[in-house]
């Protein structure tokens, strides 16, 4: 009894270390420095990612553009949401997407009742996605383990029919929902026949961008992206703050032992239901500034392979690491894009040095896995990730950090959480 | 009543087909304790070796002597007719046959191939697995369910192809006069009613395999305990193996017989995946019969939603009402309709 009692003491109660104590912004040092990392990585992402000058051989691996830039941050958001329920609680949710979806459809129409402002779409998004969220996990969460993976991916796919079918009226069916000129707005729709309506910030438009020249580099530096990137880092702000709190805590609980937390007498239920409820409402978030962005919606959003993306991107960042989920975001929808922009000409023009047989050859071997073989390449990548890296880049990035220097130990909570992930395994 | 008869009818293919992906599904969860996302792929695999099967079979060559004119030196390949070599080696008559009966003859094709194919997914990926948390088991079979879907679209296209039933079964049986209604009232194709039959062998079949044979004896015990099993000598995996193949197989099968009815494209094992496993969570995880039992009243359940009747009342319902029925299912008996304890429940 004594040994239950003080086990259960050191789940119950924070650790000393990671209760946030002052600090920056009420965060820790270590925390404060990621949050810093991740800002100037937002700020200057058109920077890093167009290290090659346009028109150059190597441009297409140029990744600095507003739209692709949008994506990683969005889907970061994305990712960031999804690893609070699966990353604290070990809840694997297979119909994220549909919050996704539904955040998109809330705030399309917002932008088409409402106002062209992207803030009340971006809310509406959020209250919509967290009220779906709630109706969804509230039945969900009666079941855990795959019962749960199964009972949201039915929630999920039955939210995708739904909105192919019958729902049509609302969701636009198969052709989707654009932004039009005769949408009957409250605030601001008097746009002349013809004219395009465009997501704006209080006269800002979304598309707008500045291009800067420094001999051959164009970097692009685009609204739009800038105001995602500082949605992000509040996001990912916020993450932190959830992740190092007493709230955080009763989650990890959840996941390591449901029964101990019955035995001291807490009920995990509201606490999963909370987390799930807050990362609909980042998946919320991020259909909403996907929609503030391109202004357009589609069921397709909602496919349980985009459910399975956000999954992916988790696993493949590191779940239940902090930074993890955005790196996984980003090195997905980066290998997405240039992976899927690769042709065989392309692939013909890398290996022209070498002798025609040999060159045919690679280029054989190559061309499945690129262009509209990109899928393949995801499911391999997949099945790799969980094979050799359950724990994700931060696991293997603190693992090489290992190697490099043998005589400090590696501490920090990334490590934490990727040897926790391994004695689960155990 | 003769509606209900023909909604009945209509709901026992794609009720075969689930019930044979589930059971297959079950098999898996029950031996060896994995959450196969996979299987829906090996359905796929299966119609695809059918597809394979036949063009082997219509493989041919161009006679030199017969049938090519040439003209001034130009040959005209529209008048050289493909001989199939299995037309050659049998003779017009049975060669012919052959070539009609493809499907069912693909069977025999599949068998190996899938029971292959799953000893190798089973040796070479799943049996890592085994200790790993199920999110993780449910992540890389849905990575490996995409490398297969994705695999057999580089090789055979995205577009469905035709794989025709033999011609002695197109063509549709009149229940309605067999049984006393209007003619033509209960209209029912004949390879549906070949792939009922089929589906009700196999399980049949597999039921008969677990419980009336030794080796049968030794998995279902296995399955019950398995460390008991393994005390007494018996080497427990390997027969796990086998039975990973025989649940491929199985999936293999549903997926050669199907083709007729659905042409194969490389995203069926998918869309069949996310129904078959709410099947088996109706059912029961872990339960045999239950797998069965549920994939027929879940067919037989979307095929009444189907009705105009139905869908005039409450439009869509077709789309969700096997999602609607899981989630009540999960709800009120969270074993699923024939579940046993403690399987399954953390």
């Given at each position: 009894m004594t040994d239950q009692t003080q086990q259960t003491a050191t789940v119950t109660q924070p650790r000393p270390r990671t209760r946030s104590s002052g600090g920056i912004l009420g965060l820790t040092k270590k925390d404060f420095g990621l949050l810093v990392l991740v800002a100037i990585l937002t700020i200057f992402a058109p920077v890093i990612l167009n290290p090659f000058p346009a028109g150059s051989a190597m441009a297409q691996f140029n990744a600095g553009y507003p739209d692709l830039m949008q994506r990683f941050v969005i889907f970061g958001i994305f990712a960031i949401g999804f690893n609070i329920l699966f990353g604290l609680t070990g809840y694997l949710s297979f119909g994220h997407a549909a919050f996704l979806g539904v955040g998109s459809y809330a705030g399309i129409w917002s932008m088409k009742l409402l106002t062209l402002n992207v803030i009340p779409a971006i809310l509406v998004s959020v209250i919509v996605a967290g009220l779906f969220s709630l109706i969804v996990g509230f039945i969900s969460l009666r079941r855990s383990g795959i019962y749960f993976s199964i009972l949201t991916l039915a929630f999920a796919m039955m939210s995708y029919a739904l909105a192919y079918s019958v729902l049509t009226p609302i969701?636009?069916?198969?052709t989707g929902l654009q932004l039009r000129a005769s949408d009957p707005r409250i605030f601001g729709g008097e746009l002349m026949p013809g004219m395009t309506p465009r997501a704006t910030l209080f006269g800002m438009q979304m598309q707008d961008s500045t291009d800067l020249r420094f001999g051959a580099w164009t970097f692009t530096l685009n609204t739009g992206y800038y105001i995602a990137g500082i949605v992000l880092l509040v996001a990912f702000y916020l993450s932190i703050r959830i992740f190092r709190s007493p709230f955080g805590m009763m989650l990890r609980a959840v996941k390591s032992n449901q029964n101990r937390l019955n035995y001291t007498g807490l009920s995990p239920k509201p606490y999963t239901l909370a987390a799930f409820v807050i990362s609909g409402m980042y998946a919320g978030l991020a259909g909403g500034l996907l929609v503030a962005m391109d202004t357009q919606v589609g069921a397709e959003r909602m496919f349980w392979t985009a459910s399975g993306e956000v999954v992916l991107m988790t696993i493949l960042g590191g779940a239940g690491t902090l930074i993890g989920p955005i790196l996984g975001a980003g090195f997905i929808k980066y290998f997405e894009n240039i992976v899927s922009t690769i042709n065989k000409s392309t692939l013909e023009s890398w290996f022209a040095f070498m002798p025609d047989g040999l060159q045919d050859a690679f280029v054989a071997v190559i061309y499945p896995f690129v262009g509209k073989g990109w899928h393949l390449t995801l499911g391999l990548l997949f099945m790799l990730v969980v094979i050799f890296l359950p724990g994700g880049l931060v696991q293997g990035g603190s693992k090489l950090a290992t190697v490099f220097r043998r005589d400090r130990k590696g501490g920090g909570v990334e490590d934490d959480a990727a040897a926790q992930r391994q004695a689960r395994e155990e | 009543m003769d509606a209900i008869i023909l909604q009945i009818l209509n709901g026992l293919d794609k009720g075969s087909a689930y019930a044979l992906i589930a059971l297959g599904l079950t098999l898996i969860f029950g031996t060896l304790g994995v959450v196969n996302f996979a299987h829906g792929a090996l359905f796929m695999l299966g119609a695809f070796c059918a597809v394979t099967f036949s063009s082997l079979l219509s493989f041919g060559f161009v006679p030199e002597d017969a049938g090519s004119t040439s003209v001034g030196g130009f040959s005209f390949g529209a008048l050289q007719r493909e001989t199939p070599y299995v037309v050659h080696w049998f003779g017009e008559n049975a060669g012919n046959a052959i070539i009609d009966w493809a499907v069912p003859l693909s069977i025999l094709f599949a068998i190996p191939v899938m029971i292959a194919i799953g000893v190798i997914m089973e040796r070479g990926l799943i049996k890592h697995f085994y200790k790993r948390p199920h999110a993780d088991q449910i992540l890389v079979t849905f990575g490996l369910a995409i490398v297969l879907q994705e695999v057999i679209k580089y090789f055979y296209g995205a577009n469905p192809i035709p794989t025709p039933a033999p011609d002695a079964f197109v063509g549709s049986f009149d229940f309605g006069a067999m049984l006393g209604f209007d003619p033509g009232s209960i209209v029912y194709p004949y390879w549906r009613l070949v792939y009922f039959f089929f589906a009700a062998i196999i399980i049949a079949a597999v039921f008969a395999f677990l419980q009336f044979t030794t080796f049968g004896m030794v998995v279902r015990a296995g399955m019950a305990d398995r460390e008991t099993v393994t005390l007494l000598g018996i080497d427990i995996d390997k027969r796990f193996t086998i039975m990973f193949g025989l649940a491929a197989a199985v999936a293999g099968l549903a997926g050669v017989m199907y083709t007729p009815i659905n042409s194969p494209n490389y995203h069926m094992g998918m869309d069949f995946l996310v129904l078959s496993f709410v099947v088996v969570v109706v059912g029961g995880m872990g339960s045999l019969p239950g797998a069965v039992l549920a994939g027929f009243l879940l067919g037989i359940i979307e095929a009444f939603a189907s009705m105009t009747e139905v869908l005039d009342v409450l439009p869509g319902i077709n789309q969700i009402v096997i999602y609607l029925v899981a989630i009540i299912v999960l709800l009120t008996r969270p074993r699923g309709l024939m579940g046993r304890k403690g399987v399954m429940e953390e």
């Open positions: 969701t636009g069916g198969e | -």
